[in-house]
């Protein structure tokens, strides 16, 4: 299952014309003015602890040729510092304000609506991301949920599904239905997110990908506008689609999670796809 040992995947960059169906004309090129690259991390530059062949000579080239690069997750196993650590451990020229989480946004979203008092169904790691809210158990404004891990059970859930009911808002670090990790498959937080939207019947506010939002206040980093930027990702909907709805155009790349079958049955169209991340700067050539 790891996407390193696939021999389909080797030598990705000899693939160069592999960008197939979907290449939309003039979304690419010299001309493109294209400003900012935003590259999702697990399954387009690493898998596992595993970087994926020409991810980092792909991340320096895109540098040069376009200037700003922003490092976007939805990962909420580990924190922010664990993250950047581990970029940087994998060879990549991370810059401590070009990494973006989904718990950065919903301490944003938390600020701006008032809410000083949160509940964390989030994996222990994560809570130092937290630091600027009150932690607390009754009388909460918001519950924050992100992905438990093997510690996902009845009683989280439960915990949260009673906070809702009780007034709180639901705010989910991401929806993302499922990762890849060097074992397989795996649930991702976005499972347990629709259990507790079945249960109280309301729609959680999602602050990672794909929300126009997370794309929107990336950006505003760069100071790049939606139609100068590109997102790279191996999930059509949350990477691809969700960068198409903001403005940006999307690039889907055939490693991590990419199951073909997820595509048509998407109905989403990617402004490209290609074998690897390392594909990506050659897309920059292309008239
Ligand atoms: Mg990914």
Same mark, same amino acid.
Request: aromatic share 6%; hydrophobic share 45%; net charge neutral.
């Given at each position: 299952m790891r996407t390193s040992d696939d021999p389909s995947e080797q030598g990705a960059g000899r693939h160069s014309g592999a960008a197939g169906a979907g290449l939309r004309a003039g979304a690419f090129g010299p001309n493109a003015g294209l400003r900012a690259v935003l590259l999702d991390l697990d399954g387009v530059l690493y898998v596992g602890d595993e970087p994926l062949p020409g991810a980092g000579e792909a991340v320096e080239r895109l540098r040069e040729r376009?200037?700003?690069?922003?490092?976007?997750?939805?990962?909420?196993?580990?924190?922010?510092?664990?993250?950047?650590?581990?970029? $940087?451990?994998?060879? !990549? %020229? +991370?810059?401590?304000?070009?990494? !973006?989480?989904?718990?950065?946004?919903? @301490? $944003?979203?938390? @600020?701006?609506?008032?809410?000083?008092?949160?509940?964390?169904? @989030?994996? =222990? %790691?994560?809570?130092? =991301? !937290? +630091?600027?809210?009150? $932690?607390?158990? $009754? =009388?909460v404004d918001a519950v924050i949920v992100g992905d438990l891990g093997s510690a996902f059970a009845f009683e989280p859930l439960n915990r949260a599904f009673r906070l809702v009911m009780g007034g709180a808002e639901l705010i989910a670090l991401q929806k993302n239905r499922y990762w890849l990790t060097p074992e397989g498959l795996s649930l991702d937080a976005g499972a347990f997110v629709a259990a507790l939207e079945y249960a109280t019947g309301r729609e959680a506010l999602v602050v990672g990908k794909p929300s126009p939002d997370f794309f929107g206040a990336v950006l505003d980093t760069a100071g790049v506008p939606p139609a100068q930027a590109l997102m790279v990702g191996d999930d059509v909907e949350s990477d691809v689609g969700g960068a198409q709805r903001a403005g940006l155009r999307g690039v889907l790349v055939r490693t991590g999670k990419f199951r073909e079958d997820r595509l048509s049955a998407s109905g989403i169209v990617p402004d490209a796809i290609v074998d690897s991340v390392a594909d990506v700067p050659g897309l920059l050539d292309r008239l």
């Open positions: 376009v200037g700003a690069v922003r490092f976007v997750t939805n990962t909420t196993t580990r924190p922010r510092s664990a993250i950047l650590g581990a970029l $940087r451990r994998l060879g !990549f %020229a +991370a810059g401590e304000d070009e990494l !973006f989480t989904p718990a950065a946004l919903a @301490v $944003r979203h938390c @600020v701006s609506a008032g809410h000083r008092r949160v509940a964390l169904v @989030v994996d =222990d %790691a994560l809570h130092e =991301d !937290f +630091a600027g809210l009150e $932690r607390v158990e $009754r =009388d």
